[in-house]
């Protein structure tokens, strides 16, 4: 259910649409629906023969999709890497805005954050997949360690994992964002000035039980295969793992590939050109402190074939 309370300000609005280059007649692909600013926003520079399709895995998302009543729009309850179903060279832009939107992290019901206490969860797709409760009853604590320091970045992450499981053989499996904050905090011995001891094990249990690095990889190949030439993709993360996978994926594409074995061949065409990166406005951090992270990346689709 979406409540009004649970307010989402969507980062780089007028940015990332005007990064696309709107052609009114065109198709368009919002990969990552949220909560619609940004789909509503580029459906009212359409014309008549103008489509967007979204995509999205949260039921809350679909949900308030499902209030947008506009022929040319449709949405589809999936995650984006199910991108490349859609007819080849058939999107004049693809859109992806990445990371967790307000509503889901306020929500204390979708497990998001360690400041409110709510269930251990973290899904974005509730429908399916494992809970994090699920995952840490019979996660190994090597297992767990790698997680969270692949993920987040962590470098407490053995002693969190050790923390975890001592928690488990004591008082039994952890079932509460409330339970994992306070262990993660124990096995946390200090932290940079403001930023609380559970960020990083969240963010890395979060990215980690959806797959999101994986799905994004995914997602950006795709992406190759439904722009058309001259169609332009624009990428919005929010932090430094999915920020690398978003700058080597454009970086690799916007060159031209020699084939070392045959060196009098032709290179391989580049298929991407980068056309630079764009960080919020001083004006929009202090209006929303959650985009100070932001960072857009935009390439445009060449001519050469996916």
């Known amino acids: 259910m979406v409540q009004d309370t649970w307010i989402h300000r969507t980062v780089l609005l007028n ?34 023969l103008g489509r967007l399709t979204a995509f999205d895995k949260d039921l809350d998302a679909i949900a308030e999709a499902q ?35 307000s509503p889901q992290i306020d929500n204390p019901e979708r497990g998001f954050s360690f400041r409110q206490e ?6 974005m797709d509730t429908t399916r997949g494992q809970s994090v409760a699920d995952w840490l009853v019979d996660a190994s604590i090597e297992t767990m360690a790698e997680v969270i320091r692949d993920y987040g970045e962590e470098r407490f992450a053995g002693p969190i994992a050790k923390a975890i499981d001592r928690c488990r053989q004591e008082r039994g499996p952890l079932r509460t964002t409330a ?22 094990t969240f963010q890395a249990f979060r990215i980690f039980i959806n797959a999101e690095l994986e799905e994004l990889q995914q997602a950006l190949e795709a992406s190759l295969k439904v722009l058309q030439p001259g169609g ?9 793992l999915e920020d690398r996978i978003v700058k080597q994926f454009i ?23 980068a056309l630079g990166r764009v960080k919020p406005s001083e004006e ?14 935009v390439a445009e689709r060449t001519g050469v074939s996916a």
């Open 15 to 48: 940015e990332a649409i005007a990064a696309l280059q709107i052609n009114p007649d065109g198709h368009y692909i919002d990969a990552t629906f949220g909560r619609g600013g940004h789909s509503r926003l580029l459906l009212s520079q359409l014309s008549g």
């Open 284 to 297: 929009e951090v202090a209006g929303n402190p959650r985009s100070r992270s932001a960072v857009m990346r």
């Open 67 to 101: 209030t947008i009543a506009d022929p040319r729009f449709s949405i589809r309850h999936e995650g984006f890497m199910h991108l490349d179903q859609l007819p080849a060279a058939s999107a004049a832009g693809v859109l992806m805005d990445l990371g967790v939107s």
């Open 179 to 200: 339970e994992l904050a306070e262990v993660v905090a124990g096995a946390v011995k200090t932290r940079e000035p403001g930023k609380d001891p559970a960020t990083r």
């Open 232 to 240: 332009r993709l624009v990428v919005i993360s929010f932090h430094s």
């Open 251 to 273: 970086a690799g594409h916007s060159r031209e590939v020699f084939d070392r074995r045959a060196p009098f061949a032709e290179p391989k065409a580049m298929k991407l050109k």
């Open 118 to 123: 709510g269930p251990l969860d973290m899904r």
